[in-house]
């Protein structure tokens, strides 16, 4: 019961990572805010988190819009009675539409940039007075280790935005460490998830795994369990801190 009496909000929660955290984190004593643009599969999560043995509440919305995600903090908050825990979970990943600067429209640009990097700046700045109010807390941001190197396939929009979260993450650790809220940001691999699987073929994984030195992708549950350790006291005295998860691939 590593998150005994905390509740965490968790954006995205309906799918891959995001719902493996849910359940993980319920199984482990947490109340969660499930928030997921997708009815059903937040819905799903829910009950998942539920059948873990933890509490659950469902709060459809968009991450992009200020007005869902204070919605979603103040029901949550006000349904569990705190709010100790922040997953900025939620992202999009549009290689088909987010490609080099040189062949990507402006709309594109703006929306990516909404969604992974002005969501997270939403669920923080409403956020935050609840975990001041708490006495402390849990902010976790979700970068990539697209963020941290160049890659010849090019999704300038999606790695700007995550690079700007390692800015944020910093500022948050200094900003409001001396209230007891840390700020960390965990940079995932490959994951196989429903976010990479219309790029993904079994041939193209078996490629991608031979490049990455424990020769397999991620699992949700692998980004899954570090946020567990940064949502639970086990962290601390960790703040502003980059977590790459991703097989040993960044290190080569
Ligand atoms: N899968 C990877 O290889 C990988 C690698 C690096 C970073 N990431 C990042 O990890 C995070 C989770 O990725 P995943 O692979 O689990 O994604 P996923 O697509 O499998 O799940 C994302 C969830 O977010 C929800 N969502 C999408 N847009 C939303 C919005 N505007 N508002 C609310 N909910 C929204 C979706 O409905 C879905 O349930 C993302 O921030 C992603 O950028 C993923």
Same mark, same amino acid.
């Given at each position: 019961?590593?998150?005994?009496?905390?509740?965490?909000?968790?954006?995205?929660?309906?799918?891959?990572?995001?719902?493996?955290?849910? $359940? &993980?984190?319920?199984?482990?004593?947490?109340?969660?805010?499930?928030?997921?643009?997708? /009815?059903?599969?937040?819905?799903?999560?829910?009950? &998942?988190?539920?059948?873990?043995?933890?509490? /659950?509440?469902?709060?459809?919305?968009?991450?992009?819009?200020?007005?869902?995600?204070?919605?979603?903090?103040?029901?949550?908050?006000?349904?569990?009675?705190? &709010?100790?825990?922040?997953? /900025?979970?939620?992202?999009?990943?549009?290689?088909?539409?987010?490609?080099? $600067?040189?062949?990507?429209?402006?709309?594109?640009?703006?929306?990516?940039?909404?969604?992974? &990097?002005?969501?997270?700046?939403?669920?923080?700045?409403?956020?935050?007075?609840?975990?001041? *109010?708490?006495?402390?807390?849990?902010? =976790?941001?979700? +970068?990539?280790?697209?963020?941290?190197?160049?890659?010849?396939?090019?999704?300038?929009?999606?790695?700007?935005?995550?690079?700007?979260? =390692? +800015?944020?993450?910093?500022?948050?650790? $200094?900003?409001?460490?001396?209230?007891?809220?840390?700020?960390?940001?965990?940079?995932?691999?490959?994951?196989?998830?429903?976010?990479?699987?219309?790029?993904?073929?079994?041939? *193209? *994984?078996?490629?991608?795994?031979?490049? =990455?030195?424990?020769?397999?992708?991620?699992?949700?549950?692998?980004?899954?369990?570090?946020?567990?350790?940064?949502?639970?006291?086990?962290?601390?005295?960790?703040?502003?801190?980059?977590?790459?998860?991703?097989?040993?691939?960044?290190?080569?």
């Amino acid at each position: 019961m590593r998150l005994k009496d905390k509740v965490a909000i968790i954006t995205g929660a309906g799918m891959g990572m995001g719902r493996e955290a849910a $359940v &993980l984190f319920a199984g482990e004593g947490a109340k969660v805010i499930v928030f997921d643009i997708n /009815a059903e599969a937040g819905q799903e999560t829910a009950a &998942l988190a539920e059948q873990a043995g933890g509490e /659950a509440l469902f709060v459809q919305g968009d991450a992009s819009s200020e007005a869902d995600v204070k919605r979603a903090i103040d029901e949550g908050a006000a349904r569990f009675g705190a &709010l100790h825990v922040l997953y /900025a979970n939620a992202g999009v990943l549009w290689k088909d539409r987010d490609k080099s $600067v040189v062949e990507t429209t402006e709309e594109n640009w703006d929306i990516v940039q909404a969604i992974n &990097l002005k969501g997270p700046f939403f669920l923080t700045k409403h956020g935050i007075p609840h975990l001041q *109010k708490a006495g402390g807390g849990s902010v =976790i941001l979700v +970068g990539s280790i697209s963020a941290l190197a160049g890659f010849s396939l090019a999704q300038d929009s999606y790695t700007c935005a995550k690079a700007g979260l =390692i +800015g944020l993450a910093k500022s948050l650790a $200094v900003q409001f460490g001396p209230d007891g809220i840390r700020c960390n940001i965990i940079h995932p691999g490959m994951v196989d998830t429903p976010l990479q699987a219309p790029y993904l073929d079994e041939a *193209k *994984k078996k490629a991608i795994a031979a490049e =990455i030195p424990m020769r397999r992708l991620g699992l949700p549950r692998d980004i899954a369990n570090a946020a567990l350790f940064l949502a639970s006291d086990e962290s601390s005295w960790m703040n502003g801190a980059e977590m790459v998860v991703d097989g040993g691939f960044y290190a080569m």
